[in-house]
T-cell receptor, first 114, second 116 residues
Framework: AQKVTQAQTEISVVEKEDVTLDCVYE???????LFWYKQPPSGELVFLIR????DEQNEISGRYSWNFQKSTSSFNFTITASQVVDSAVYFC???????????WGAGTKLIIKP | KAGVTQTPRYLIKTRGQQVTLSCSPI?????VSWYQQTPGQGLQFLFE???????NKGNFPGRFSGRQFSNSRSEMNVSTLELGDSALYLC???????????????FGEGSRLTVL
């Protein structure tokens, strides 16, 4: 069975601090994809990144970076120099190759205080 | 490029009624997925349609149904509403062609259903 665990229910930091959101996944598939989505208060989920199981290279996009480690089944997300606009709920998700059903973590609510 | 449009945004129903929610995907996208989001269960997959055919279905009772039209617009219907159906219903569209676009979904703002 596939499962995604985001153990951090809520994180609160002061603006400009770095923050890491944890994601641990379970799957028996060898080919799968991992995702991070952001859900601001407006409600719509915004795609941030997709990683396939064969690509363990870390990714950096501006203040965002992702660390994928198959050895620990983790796909963590770091925001550097956080800003108030980063406040949202962040979801990690998993999908098996050839499937169209995302398996979601419970989400981490990130609060950035000014 | 217009995003995913869901209507209505908010609605209130009473137990036993039925409801129909609509989703217009991004132009050119042929896949539409529906998700239910609740505080207790989180995000749960309902079903996915591609070119008018249901391609995937989650573990929801038969009261939840959907369809997709030839223009890729989709509707979902919930019959005999229960209190537990109160949720944010999210629609997502994608090109639907695996594996290149697998999982890269574009979401609407959702339809918030309250069942009294």
């Amino acid at each position: 069975a596939q499962k995604v665990t985001q153990a951090q229910t809520e994180i609160s930091v002061v603006e400009k601090e770095d923050v890491t959101l944890d994601c641990v996944y379970e799957t028996r598939d060898t080919t799968y994809y991992l995702f991070w989505y952001k859900q601001p208060p407006s409600g719509e989920l915004v795609f941030l990144i997709r990683r396939n199981s064969f690509d363990e290279q870390n990714e950096i996009s501006g203040r965002y970076s992702w660390n994928f480690q198959k050895s620990t089944s983790s796909f963590n997300f770091t925001i550097t120099a956080s800003q108030v606009v980063d406040s949202a709920v962040y979801f990690c998700a998993l999908i098996r190759s050839g499937n169209y059903q995302l398996i979601w973590g419970a989400g981490t609510k990130l609060i950035i205080k000014p | 490029k217009a995003g995913v449009t869901q209507t209505p945004r908010y609605l209130i129903k009473t137990r036993g009624q039925q409801v129909t929610l609509s989703c217009s995907p991004i132009s050119g996208h042929r896949s539409v997925s529906w998700y239910q989001q609740t505080p207790g269960q989180g995000l749960q997959f309902l079903f996915e349609y591609f070119s008018e055919t249901q391609r995937n279905k989650g573990n929801f009772p038969g009261r939840f149904s959907g369809r997709q039209f030839s223009n890729s617009r989709s509707e979902m219907n919930v019959s005999t509403l229960e209190l537990g159906d109160s949720a944010l219903y999210l629609c997502a569209s994608s090109t639907g062609t695996a594996p290149a676009n697998t999982g890269e979904l574009f979401f609407g703002e959702g339809s918030r259903l309250t069942v009294l």
